[in-house]
């Protein structure tokens, strides 16, 4: 094997190495989710102050208690810019007040995990 083909073979492996070390690993997050009383719809939106992550519609991901671990993918979402990211939980009961919590996305993404209570007030 020539000095050329050891060139290009190490550029190959390089390119490897680099591809696998920096892989987007899943953002994997812990939702915890209770309200008194329970039963209470929740639903979640992302606020945006950056251009790259849009902001969206309300999406309903179930009612109180919630509990889960899922993949956490938002297009346009990068460590750098995830302090500019708010994510906005609604609860919402019938006969109770609707009530908004927002978290700063970059600290859920080191906390890997939303975890909160909503005390809900008759209207």
């Known amino acids: ?3 050329i083909e050891v060139i290009i073979l190490l550029a190959i492996v390089l390119v490897i190495a680099f591809a696998l070390v920096h892989k987007k690993k899943p953002r994997v997050i812990r939702w915890a989710i209770l309200s008194n009383p329970n039963g209470a719809e929740i639903s979640w939106r992302i606020v945006s102050a ?3 992550v849009k902001n969206t519609n309300s999406n309903y ?3 109180t208690p919630y509990e889960t671990t899922e993949a956490f993918n938002i297009k346009g979402l990068s460590k750098s810019n995830s302090y500019q990211v708010q994510i906005e ?3 919402e009961k019938e006969g109770y007040a609707s009530q908004i919590k ?4 970059g ?3 080191e906390q890997c995990e939303i975890s909160t209570k909503f005390n809900l ?3």
């Open 1 to 3: 094997m020539g000095i």
């Open 89 to 91: 939980i609604c609860c």
């Open 61 to 63: 991901i179930g009612t």
């Open 107 to 109: 600290q859920v993404l």
């Open 121 to 123: 007030v008759r209207e």
């Open 102 to 105: 927002r978290f700063n996305l």
């Open 50 to 52: 950056t251009p790259k």
